[in-house]
Protein backbone atom coordinates (compact mmCIF):
# COMPACT_ATOMS: atom_id res chain seq x y z
CA UNK A 1 0.00 0.00 0.00
CA UNK A 2 1.83 3.11 -1.42
CA UNK A 3 -0.83 5.69 0.45
CA UNK A 4 -2.00 6.89 4.08
CA UNK A 5 -5.69 7.93 2.56
CA UNK A 6 -8.09 7.20 5.07
CA UNK A 7 -11.72 6.02 4.93
CA UNK A 8 -14.45 7.47 7.13
CA UNK A 9 -17.42 5.74 7.59
CA UNK A 10 -19.65 7.24 10.09
CA UNK A 11 -22.36 5.81 12.04
CA UNK A 12 -26.50 5.90 11.44
CA UNK A 13 -28.07 2.63 11.99
CA UNK A 14 -29.67 1.83 8.72
CA UNK A 15 -28.65 5.22 7.22
CA UNK A 16 -25.34 3.06 6.41
CA UNK A 17 -26.73 2.12 3.31
CA UNK A 18 -25.95 5.38 1.44
CA UNK A 19 -22.30 4.71 2.47
CA UNK A 20 -22.67 1.28 0.14
CA UNK A 21 -24.37 3.11 -2.60
CA UNK A 22 -21.02 5.67 -2.64
CA UNK A 23 -18.77 2.81 -2.57
CA UNK A 24 -20.56 1.08 -4.90
CA UNK A 25 -20.16 4.28 -7.51
CA UNK A 26 -16.55 3.60 -6.70
CA UNK A 27 -16.21 0.02 -7.59
CA UNK A 28 -17.13 0.96 -11.09
CA UNK A 29 -15.33 4.23 -11.51
CA UNK A 30 -12.17 2.23 -10.40
CA UNK A 31 -10.30 -0.54 -12.49
CA UNK A 32 -12.09 -3.78 -11.90
CA UNK A 33 -10.28 -6.02 -9.08
CA UNK A 34 -8.12 -2.99 -8.06
CA UNK A 35 -6.75 -3.16 -4.61
CA UNK A 36 -8.71 -0.79 -1.91
CA UNK A 37 -7.76 2.38 -2.83
CA UNK A 38 -7.06 3.36 1.51
CA UNK A 39 -4.73 2.32 3.76
CA UNK A 40 -6.59 3.39 6.79
CA UNK A 41 -10.67 2.45 7.29
CA UNK A 42 -11.98 4.19 10.41
CA UNK A 43 -15.84 3.09 11.18
CA UNK A 44 -18.19 3.93 14.03
CA UNK A 45 -21.36 1.92 14.27
CA UNK A 46 -22.88 0.50 11.37
CA UNK A 47 -20.05 2.68 9.69
CA UNK A 48 -17.59 -0.07 11.36
CA UNK A 49 -19.48 -3.06 9.60
CA UNK A 50 -19.10 -1.66 6.06
CA UNK A 51 -15.46 -0.70 6.90
CA UNK A 52 -14.66 -4.28 8.05
CA UNK A 53 -16.21 -6.10 5.03
CA UNK A 54 -13.68 -3.63 2.61
CA UNK A 55 -10.92 -4.35 5.23
CA UNK A 56 -11.38 -8.07 4.46
CA UNK A 57 -11.06 -7.67 0.50
CA UNK A 58 -8.77 -4.96 0.64
CA UNK A 59 -7.07 -6.82 -2.49
CA UNK A 60 -10.03 -6.44 -4.62
CA UNK A 61 -11.69 -3.24 -4.29
CA UNK A 62 -14.53 -4.02 -6.51
CA UNK A 63 -15.52 -7.77 -4.87
CA UNK A 64 -15.57 -5.83 -1.62
CA UNK A 65 -18.05 -3.67 -2.61
CA UNK A 66 -20.18 -6.12 -4.59
CA UNK A 67 -19.96 -8.31 -1.68
CA UNK A 68 -21.15 -5.36 0.86
CA UNK A 69 -23.83 -4.37 -1.91
CA UNK A 70 -25.26 -7.68 -1.44
CA UNK A 71 -25.40 -8.28 2.19
CA UNK A 72 -27.02 -5.19 2.29
CA UNK A 73 -29.82 -5.41 -0.44
CA UNK A 74 -30.73 -8.27 1.10
CA UNK A 75 -31.15 -7.32 4.92
CA UNK A 76 -34.30 -7.52 6.66
CA UNK A 77 -35.17 -5.86 9.93
CA UNK A 78 -35.29 -9.58 11.42
CA UNK A 79 -31.70 -9.88 10.56
CA UNK A 80 -30.66 -6.89 12.85
CA UNK A 81 -33.27 -7.23 15.83
CA UNK A 82 -35.92 -8.99 17.51
CA UNK A 83 -39.06 -7.85 15.47
CA UNK A 84 -41.47 -10.66 17.38
CA UNK A 85 -44.59 -9.06 19.27
CA UNK A 86 -43.49 -10.49 23.09
CA UNK A 87 -39.68 -9.91 22.78
CA UNK A 88 -40.68 -6.27 22.04
CA UNK A 89 -43.08 -6.27 24.91
CA UNK A 90 -40.10 -7.93 26.89
CA UNK A 91 -37.59 -5.67 26.43
CA UNK A 92 -40.15 -2.69 27.51
CA UNK A 93 -41.07 -4.80 30.53
CA UNK A 94 -37.65 -5.03 31.21
CA UNK A 95 -37.10 -1.35 30.45
CA UNK A 96 -39.69 -0.36 32.63
CA UNK A 97 -38.56 -2.26 35.73
CA UNK A 98 -34.74 -1.48 35.58
CA UNK A 99 -36.47 2.57 36.36
CA UNK A 100 -36.98 0.59 39.65
CA UNK A 101 -34.20 -1.52 40.45
CA UNK A 102 -36.27 -4.38 39.80
CA UNK A 103 -33.56 -6.21 37.14
CA UNK A 104 -30.26 -7.71 37.77
CA UNK A 105 -28.98 -9.80 34.77
CA UNK A 106 -25.62 -9.77 32.98
CA UNK A 107 -27.63 -9.18 29.57
CA UNK A 108 -27.42 -5.12 28.89
CA UNK A 109 -31.30 -3.17 29.20
CA UNK A 110 -32.60 -2.09 25.56
CA UNK A 111 -36.01 -1.86 23.59
CA UNK A 112 -34.36 -4.32 21.53
CA UNK A 113 -32.50 -7.31 20.86
CA UNK A 114 -30.40 -7.39 18.25
CA UNK A 115 -28.58 -11.08 18.63
CA UNK A 116 -29.78 -11.49 14.99
CA UNK A 117 -27.33 -8.93 14.05
CA UNK A 118 -24.81 -11.04 16.23
CA UNK A 119 -25.24 -13.97 13.99
CA UNK A 120 -25.12 -12.03 10.13
CA UNK A 121 -21.74 -10.54 11.30
CA UNK A 122 -20.36 -14.04 11.92
CA UNK A 123 -22.28 -15.85 8.79
CA UNK A 124 -20.39 -12.66 6.31
CA UNK A 125 -17.27 -11.89 7.94
CA UNK A 126 -13.48 -13.59 8.24
CA UNK A 127 -11.52 -11.60 10.72
CA UNK A 128 -8.26 -13.72 9.44
CA UNK A 129 -8.91 -11.69 6.28
CA UNK A 130 -8.19 -9.08 7.71
CA UNK A 131 -4.89 -9.91 9.89
CA UNK A 132 -3.39 -11.25 6.30
CA UNK A 133 -4.46 -7.75 4.78
CA UNK A 134 -2.19 -6.28 7.51
CA UNK A 135 0.01 -8.51 7.59
CA UNK A 136 0.85 -8.38 3.21
CA UNK A 137 0.66 -4.81 3.40
CA UNK A 138 -2.35 -4.55 1.95
CA UNK A 139 -3.83 -2.21 4.85
CA UNK A 140 -2.29 -0.11 7.46
CA UNK A 141 -5.32 -0.14 10.04
CA UNK A 142 -8.66 -0.92 10.75
CA UNK A 143 -10.27 1.15 13.53
CA UNK A 144 -13.50 0.37 15.24
CA UNK A 145 -14.69 2.90 17.44
CA UNK A 146 -17.14 2.63 20.89
CA UNK A 147 -18.06 4.63 23.98
CA UNK A 148 -17.27 2.67 27.31
CA UNK A 149 -20.14 3.08 30.05
CA UNK A 150 -17.42 2.77 32.44
CA UNK A 151 -15.15 5.74 31.99
CA UNK A 152 -17.32 7.43 29.31
CA UNK A 153 -14.04 7.64 27.28
CA UNK A 154 -14.51 7.33 23.30
CA UNK A 155 -12.58 4.05 22.99
CA UNK A 156 -10.74 3.10 19.18
CA UNK A 157 -9.86 -0.34 19.19
CA UNK A 158 -7.60 -0.93 15.87
CA UNK A 159 -5.73 -3.65 14.49
CA UNK A 160 -3.29 -1.87 12.31
CA UNK A 161 0.90 -2.02 11.30
CA UNK A 162 3.52 -2.75 13.96
CA UNK A 163 4.26 1.23 13.77
CA UNK A 164 1.39 2.18 15.09
CA UNK A 165 0.87 3.17 18.62
CA UNK A 166 -1.80 3.60 21.33
CA UNK A 167 -2.75 6.99 22.61
CA UNK A 168 -4.62 7.97 25.45
CA UNK A 169 -6.15 11.80 24.76
CA UNK A 170 -9.04 14.11 26.70
CA UNK A 171 -11.59 11.34 27.38
CA UNK A 172 -10.77 9.49 24.17
CA UNK A 173 -8.21 6.75 23.27
CA UNK A 174 -6.67 4.22 21.35
CA UNK A 175 -6.23 0.29 21.91
CA UNK A 176 -4.37 -2.08 20.10
CA UNK A 177 -6.75 -5.45 19.57
CA UNK A 178 -7.34 -8.47 17.89
CA UNK A 179 -10.78 -7.11 15.98
CA UNK A 180 -13.53 -9.35 16.28
CA UNK A 181 -17.55 -9.61 16.05
CA UNK A 182 -17.70 -8.50 19.61
CA UNK A 183 -16.28 -5.00 18.41
CA UNK A 184 -18.66 -4.75 15.95
CA UNK A 185 -21.80 -5.06 18.16
CA UNK A 186 -20.04 -2.65 20.91
CA UNK A 187 -19.71 0.12 18.23
CA UNK A 188 -23.30 -0.47 16.91
CA UNK A 189 -24.91 -0.40 20.61
CA UNK A 190 -27.40 2.69 19.89
CA UNK A 191 -27.94 3.47 23.24
CA UNK A 192 -31.23 2.78 24.69
CA UNK A 193 -32.54 0.88 21.65
CA UNK A 194 -30.17 -2.38 21.25
CA UNK A 195 -28.31 -3.72 24.72
CA UNK A 196 -24.54 -2.82 25.69
CA UNK A 197 -21.73 -5.14 24.52
CA UNK A 198 -19.08 -6.08 26.99
CA UNK A 199 -15.37 -6.09 25.96
CA UNK A 200 -13.68 -7.48 28.49
CA UNK A 201 -14.74 -5.97 32.08
CA UNK A 202 -16.01 -2.98 30.12
CA UNK A 203 -19.59 -2.42 28.53
CA UNK A 204 -19.50 -0.37 25.57
CA UNK A 205 -22.35 1.36 23.47
CA UNK A 206 -22.39 2.97 20.06
CA UNK A 207 -18.97 4.93 19.25
CA UNK A 208 -20.53 7.96 18.09
CA UNK A 209 -21.96 8.67 21.47
CA UNK A 210 -19.17 11.18 23.35
CA UNK A 211 -16.80 10.67 19.75
CA UNK A 212 -15.85 14.26 19.65
CA UNK A 213 -13.80 14.14 16.65
CA UNK A 214 -14.75 11.43 13.76
CA UNK A 215 -11.54 12.42 11.79
CA UNK A 216 -8.92 12.07 15.38
CA UNK A 217 -8.24 8.28 14.94
CA UNK A 218 -7.87 8.49 11.28
CA UNK A 219 -5.31 11.32 12.50
CA UNK A 220 -3.37 8.99 15.10
CA UNK A 221 -3.20 5.99 12.77
CA UNK A 222 -1.16 8.53 10.35
CA UNK A 223 -3.62 9.11 7.87
CA UNK A 224 -2.63 12.67 5.41
CA UNK A 225 -5.84 12.74 3.17
CA UNK A 226 -9.14 11.97 4.02
CA UNK A 227 -12.11 10.48 2.14
CA UNK A 228 -15.16 10.82 4.20
CA UNK A 229 -19.00 9.62 3.64
CA UNK A 230 -21.38 11.17 5.70
CA UNK A 231 -25.05 10.15 6.27
CA UNK A 232 -26.53 13.38 7.02
CA UNK A 233 -28.81 15.45 5.40
CA UNK A 234 -27.24 18.72 5.31
CA UNK A 235 -26.47 19.20 1.63
CA UNK A 236 -30.13 19.23 0.56
CA UNK A 237 -32.38 21.73 -0.59
CA UNK A 238 -33.66 22.43 3.55
CA UNK A 239 -33.55 26.08 4.53
CA UNK A 240 -32.56 26.11 8.17
CA UNK A 241 -33.45 29.50 8.28
CA UNK A 242 -36.92 29.29 7.96
CA UNK A 243 -39.32 31.48 9.30
CA UNK A 244 -41.06 30.08 12.96
CA UNK A 245 -44.28 29.64 11.37
CA UNK A 246 -43.37 26.87 9.45
CA UNK A 247 -42.25 25.28 12.01
CA UNK A 248 -44.16 22.50 14.52
CA UNK A 249 -45.11 24.26 17.54
CA UNK A 250 -46.33 21.70 19.23
CA UNK A 251 -44.17 20.12 22.51
CA UNK A 252 -41.73 17.33 21.27
CA UNK A 253 -42.66 13.45 21.41
CA UNK A 254 -40.09 11.09 22.85
CA UNK A 255 -39.49 9.82 18.97
CA UNK A 256 -38.85 13.23 18.29
CA UNK A 257 -36.55 13.66 20.84
CA UNK A 258 -35.01 10.62 19.99
CA UNK A 259 -34.73 10.95 16.89
CA UNK A 260 -33.05 14.38 17.50
CA UNK A 261 -30.76 12.68 20.25
CA UNK A 262 -29.44 10.07 17.46
CA UNK A 263 -29.12 12.82 14.78
CA UNK A 264 -26.80 14.69 17.52
CA UNK A 265 -24.52 11.34 18.06
CA UNK A 266 -24.20 10.55 14.33
CA UNK A 267 -24.26 13.05 12.11
CA UNK A 268 -24.25 16.70 13.20
CA UNK A 269 -20.36 17.02 14.20
CA UNK A 270 -18.50 15.54 11.22
CA UNK A 271 -19.16 18.45 8.79
CA UNK A 272 -17.66 20.97 11.84
CA UNK A 273 -14.36 18.63 12.06
CA UNK A 274 -14.14 19.52 8.37
CA UNK A 275 -14.47 23.08 8.53
CA UNK A 276 -11.92 22.82 11.62
CA UNK A 277 -9.23 21.21 9.44
CA UNK A 278 -9.91 23.48 6.50
CA UNK A 279 -9.47 26.32 8.28
CA UNK A 280 -6.33 24.88 10.10
CA UNK A 281 -4.71 24.17 6.48
CA UNK A 282 -5.28 27.91 5.27
CA UNK A 283 -3.74 29.46 7.72
CA UNK A 284 -0.52 26.86 7.74
CA UNK A 285 -0.46 27.61 3.80
CA UNK A 286 0.36 31.53 4.55
CA UNK A 287 2.91 30.25 7.18
CA UNK A 288 6.90 30.38 6.62
CA UNK A 289 8.17 27.40 4.82
CA UNK A 290 9.84 26.78 8.53
CA UNK A 291 6.83 26.56 10.06
CA UNK A 292 4.75 24.71 8.12
CA UNK A 293 7.40 21.79 8.95
CA UNK A 294 5.79 21.83 12.08
CA UNK A 295 2.37 20.59 11.06
CA UNK A 296 3.11 17.98 8.50
CA UNK A 297 0.89 15.54 10.44
CA UNK A 298 -2.42 17.37 9.31
CA UNK A 299 -3.97 16.04 6.19
CA UNK A 300 -3.85 18.47 3.10
CA UNK A 301 -6.79 16.96 1.75
CA UNK A 302 -10.37 15.94 2.26
CA UNK A 303 -13.01 14.77 0.48
CA UNK A 304 -17.01 14.37 1.95
CA UNK A 305 -19.62 12.79 0.06
CA UNK A 306 -22.57 13.14 2.04
CA UNK A 307 -26.70 13.30 0.50
CA UNK A 308 -28.27 15.52 -1.85
CA UNK A 309 -31.27 14.22 -0.62
CA UNK A 310 -33.14 14.34 3.07
CA UNK A 311 -32.38 10.71 4.32
CA UNK A 312 -36.18 11.73 6.74
CA UNK A 313 -37.87 12.29 3.80
CA UNK A 314 -36.68 9.24 2.41
CA UNK A 315 -37.68 7.45 5.31
CA UNK A 316 -40.70 8.50 5.29
CA UNK A 317 -41.87 7.56 2.21
CA UNK A 318 -40.97 3.55 3.68
CA UNK A 319 -42.15 3.91 7.16
CA UNK A 320 -44.55 1.03 5.58
CA UNK A 321 -42.14 -1.41 5.09
CA UNK A 322 -41.38 -1.59 9.29
CA UNK A 323 -42.56 -4.05 10.64
CA UNK A 324 -45.85 -3.89 12.32
CA UNK A 325 -44.22 -4.18 15.94
CA UNK A 326 -41.64 -1.33 15.42
CA UNK A 327 -43.98 1.08 14.05
CA UNK A 328 -46.33 0.44 17.29
CA UNK A 329 -43.40 1.04 19.00
CA UNK A 330 -42.53 4.48 17.72
CA UNK A 331 -46.09 6.02 18.06
CA UNK A 332 -46.18 4.44 21.77
CA UNK A 333 -42.97 6.70 22.00
CA UNK A 334 -45.46 9.76 21.10
CA UNK A 335 -44.88 9.75 17.45
CA UNK A 336 -48.15 10.31 16.56
CA UNK A 337 -47.98 11.37 13.15
CA UNK A 338 -45.51 9.52 10.41
CA UNK A 339 -44.01 12.98 10.52
CA UNK A 340 -42.47 12.65 13.90
CA UNK A 341 -40.79 9.50 14.03
CA UNK A 342 -39.40 9.13 10.34
CA UNK A 343 -35.83 10.62 12.07
CA UNK A 344 -35.74 7.95 14.58
CA UNK A 345 -37.14 5.75 12.23
CA UNK A 346 -34.35 6.09 9.39
CA UNK A 347 -31.88 4.64 11.59
CA UNK A 348 -33.88 1.32 12.40
CA UNK A 349 -35.55 0.51 8.73
CA UNK A 350 -33.48 -2.02 7.47
CA UNK A 351 -35.46 -2.80 4.88
CA UNK A 352 -34.61 -3.49 1.63
CA UNK A 353 -36.79 -1.04 -0.21
CA UNK A 354 -35.11 2.12 2.07
CA UNK A 355 -31.93 1.10 1.72
CA UNK A 356 -32.00 0.16 -1.87
CA UNK A 357 -33.47 4.10 -1.84
CA UNK A 358 -30.44 4.87 0.26
CA UNK A 359 -27.82 2.80 -2.25
CA UNK A 360 -29.18 4.09 -4.98
CA UNK A 361 -28.87 7.85 -3.99
CA UNK A 362 -25.16 7.23 -2.88
CA UNK A 363 -24.44 5.78 -5.88
CA UNK A 364 -25.47 8.79 -8.03
CA UNK A 365 -24.10 11.49 -5.78
CA UNK A 366 -21.11 9.48 -6.15
CA UNK A 367 -21.02 9.52 -9.72
CA UNK A 368 -21.89 13.33 -9.76
CA UNK A 369 -18.74 13.69 -8.16
CA UNK A 370 -17.22 11.19 -9.87
CA UNK A 371 -14.25 13.55 -11.47
CA UNK A 372 -13.28 15.20 -8.09
CA UNK A 373 -13.15 11.18 -6.70
CA UNK A 374 -10.54 10.50 -9.18
CA UNK A 375 -8.41 13.56 -8.48
CA UNK A 376 -8.63 12.69 -4.79
CA UNK A 377 -7.28 9.13 -5.47
CA UNK A 378 -4.72 9.99 -9.35
CA UNK A 379 -1.88 9.93 -7.01
CA UNK A 380 -2.12 7.00 -5.55
CA UNK A 381 -4.02 4.52 -7.99
Given amino acids: MNNNNALILSGGGA ?23 FSILCGTSAGALNATMLASYADNFSKAVSTLAFVWRHLTPDQIYTVGRWPVASSLTKTLMSYFHMHNHDRSIALMDNLPLEE ?35 TTFFQGAPDIHPWQGNRRKGVIANLGVDHLLASSAIPTIFPAHKIDNHYYGDGAIRQKSAIYPALKLGANKLFI ?49 EIMNSLIRDLPEEKKAQHQNLPTETLIISPSQELNAI ?53 WEKDRILAFLENDT
Fill in 229 to 277: IGVSGNRSAKKWSAPDTDVDSSAPSMAQILGQLLNSAFIDNLEDDINQL
Fill in 120 to 154: LLRNHLDFSRVTNAIDNKQLRALAITAMSYSTGES
Fill in 15 to 37: RAAYQVGVLSAMGRILPKHSPIP
Fill in 315 to 367: AHQHLGTLPKNIRVLLKAAGGSTSEKISSAASYLLFTPQYCKALMDLGYQDAM
